[in-house]
């Protein structure tokens, strides 16, 4: 059987990209063989390295990438594709309704057989052309798309309408190497030392790419008030992306470059994750927000925006605080959590019993594809 893992944005280091490339490590691929496509570009070796050694193909068309902006340009090219390549299954993911259902009606039309979309986010706040938007695409998925998935409700019936989720859909949880991500004080030791970090240094940590959703300068305002209170704490941005720069440039305008520390994209998270005290999540929105997983696997708490689907408690570890509550109070709330926090407690049963193994979401997504 074969099948077409195809992406609406560059494959980087999101969580889009580790959702598919993480499951299909993991999965029985007896029977299956995959390939990957995105229109734009590939910028992640490991990843490149992986389609290599399990013998699949990757297209990349190349066209330039602007977010929010038209994508009719994709619809050539992926018909010739198609019309070049025969696959039974499209698996279609992306954080754009529009270039959801366009490949979803153009895979049908081209007939391959079964056709999944795959929604991996949620949007901030409901508005007039979120909704119009919805509504214009909305028959699109009830005719074209065979099957819808996404990590939770809220990210389902942000893309989707609540009754043809409810007719055609399923919750697949974005599962983790549990294993990999335990507490080890070993590692942790390791990666302080790499990051220049003294054991008197309190770590906030945040993983995640830079753009607006993500909220860094929540963490920015978050550590330039609690350097006034304790000159050992330090924050770990983890992650590259289209704000980077304008982080830089709010961390020197507040002159906290000698308490930040910026780590640009990397495939060994939980190693970071080590070195870290704390895990903060000032999201604005998210469909899941993976990273708070992985984090509480780590054995760390997690403070996050109120924003961020409750989904993500699967452990007694995280407090979710009003985005736009007093950076007084986030401050209060997070001395609060590392007073009360156990870093040498085992939490991967807890991690896997709630559905976030990634064998479990390997036999979950295996079992849609031959359904």
């Known amino acids: 059987m074969k099948i077409l893992e195809v ?40 990843y490149t390295k992986f389609i290599k050694s399990i013998n699949s193909k990757l297209f990349c068309f190349h066209l330039p990438f602007k977010a929010g902006k038209n994508r009719f340009n994709v619809i050539k090219p ?60 909305s028959p ?34 974005n599962g983790i190497e549990v294993d990999r991500y335990t507490f080890n004080s070993q ?3 390791i990666y302080r030392k790499k990051l220049g970090y003294s054991p ?34 330090r924050l770990l941005l983890v992650g590259g992306g289209t704000e980077e720069n304008k982080i830089k ?7 906290l470059q000698d308490f930040v520390r910026i780590v640009e994209d990397v495939n060994n998270v939980w190693a970071y994750l080590q070195a870290m ?16 997983i992985e984090a509480q696997a780590a054995g760390l708490p997690v403070l996050a925006s109120s924003r961020v689907p409750k989904d993500i408690k699967v452990t007694k570890n995280v407090n979710f605080l009003d985005i736009d509550s007093s950076i007084k109070n986030w401050y209060s709330n997070l001395n609060e959590m590392l007073k009360n926090n156990r870093r040498d407690e085992n939490v991967t049963q807890q991690i896997s019993k709630n559905g976030y193994s990634i064998k479990q979401t390997a036999k979950d997504l295996r079992n849609i594809y031959l359904r």
């Not at 993911?93 to 949620?122: C, E, P, Q, T």
């Not at 005290?277 to 708070?292: M, N, Q, T």
């Open 7 to 46: 992406f609406g944005e560059p494959i980087l280091y999101g969580g889009q990209e580790s959702f598919v490339f993480r499951t299909i490590k993991n999965m029985n691929r007896n029977r299956l063989h995959f390939d990957f496509l995105t229109p734009y570009y590939v910028n992640n070796p490991t």
């Open 78 to 137: 992926y018909c010739k594709l198609l019309d070049m390549n025969h696959y039974d299954i499209v698996h279609i993911h992306s954080g754009s309704i529009s270039i959801l259902a366009l490949l979803a009606m153009y895979s049908k039309k081209k007939g391959v057989k079964k056709v999944i979309v795959h929604s991996h986010m949620a949007g901030e706040n409901k508005n007039v052309k979120h909704e119009i938007i919805k509504t214009v695409y």
């Open 140 to 173: 699109i998925f009830k005719y074209y798309a065979d099957i819808l998935i996404a990590p939770t409700k809220k990210a389902a019936y942000w893309q989707f309408s609540k009754n043809l989720f409810k007719k055609k859909g399923y919750i697949v949880k």
């Open 277 to 292: 005290d704390i895990f903060v999540f000032p999201s604005k929105y998210e469909g899941l927000g993976i990273a708070s």
């Open 187 to 189: 590692l942790r030791d």
């Open 249 to 255: 440039k709010s961390i020197l305008d507040n002159k």
């Open 200 to 233: 008197e240094n309190i770590v906030i940590g945040h993983v995640g790419r830079f753009s607006s959703e993500k909220n860094h300068e929540q963490l920015i305002h978050l550590l330039k008030y609690a350097v006034n209170y304790n000159k050992d704490m």
